[in-house]
């Protein structure tokens, strides 16, 4: 890649990661799909036992544990490494907050997660642009309460 | 717009968009006329029941609702789409807090917000430059308390 | 410069700051070194009474005083401003949260510190690529508790 063809992928991986979280947060399975993950791509998620492939399966299996909850994800600061001219890794900085119900807890029970820590993920570039084709989770803290929210956040 | 356009208008939104974080909480409308908002600008604030423009009218508004109070406004992740070569709709993920006092409380007489959405923006190019045309806030969630700031976060 | 070589510039310069918070929240003081801070570098924290220069007195002070402890640093936004061809002033807007134990608490006695504000920093454009000379934290908003984190946080 010569200099604009690099900064042209840089930000087309931060619009296809802007989407992955829009998509996640509105529960746009349809954007993820479409504009987002590779059809081979992978999810690990060490901290729930989780490693799912193809992306059929991870909509599946995102769109089963998180379809009945309000989240908010938010990624930061992109370290991006180009492997070769179709491939590149990135680490993002992350923080999530998941608002479950009694009805729908997380699996300890608890009803409510703050976290922080790091996506670390490939990006591949395939005939429709660049896509996701692995992701992979890792954290610096995580927190877990039975609460509707923090005290004070509760609706 | 050729590849190179196209990414120098990308950085210069983001650098728009920038100063609107910090001047909304330093309280530098000055900055914000020069350098963020078109002179016909329109802000919308749905939970506030609020549409105000143009400009000097969002000034005023925004001046009188925030102007003693300590805030704290972070952007994440924009999804950038040219709609011409001078227009752009942006999607900013937000996350704010608003630390009021019971002498100038929110409208319900809460003195802490915490919230979390999504700004959804146009963008023209004018003569100086892009700028905020028009600019709306949606949320994923949103709280308040009457108590100054969390538990633990009370100075 | 010509545009493509300011676009490169700030793209690394992202880059590195990038590798900053990376390396702050994985104690990964060699990564500072090999692609983060220059020889030079000076770092200002006025809410610790603190000015450390070179970079070598720099990693010695932030090693020591926040080696044992869990932290999570994000930074947004960066209005970055080119005051020559191989010199820049970029301020970022920031969150930080620390988690210490009775052991190791902050000068206060406090065990948890959540802070927002901005870094005010310089970068210099040096034989290796572009490195911070300069960084100087101020704040909207800090709290700090003796408790293990926040209600709700504890592990």
Known sequence: ????????????????????????????????????????????????????????????????????????????MPIITFTSDTEAKVIWAMEDRLYRTKEFPLEDGSTWLHGFGHYHETYVKTDAGWRIKSSMLTRLRIEMANVQGMPGESA
């Open 1 to 76: 890649m010569n200099d604009i063809e690099r900064l042209l992928a840089i930000e087309e991986i931060k619009q296809v990661k802007a989407k992955y979280f829009y998509g996640l947060d509105h529960k746009d399975w349809d954007l993820w799909q479409r504009e987002v993950w590779a059809p081979d791509g992978r999810l690990e998620v060490p901290e729930a036992d989780t490693v799912v492939e193809p992306f059929e399966k991870v909509r599946e299996w995102v769109s089963a544990s998180c379809g009945d909850q309000v989240s908010v994800h938010h990624g930061h």
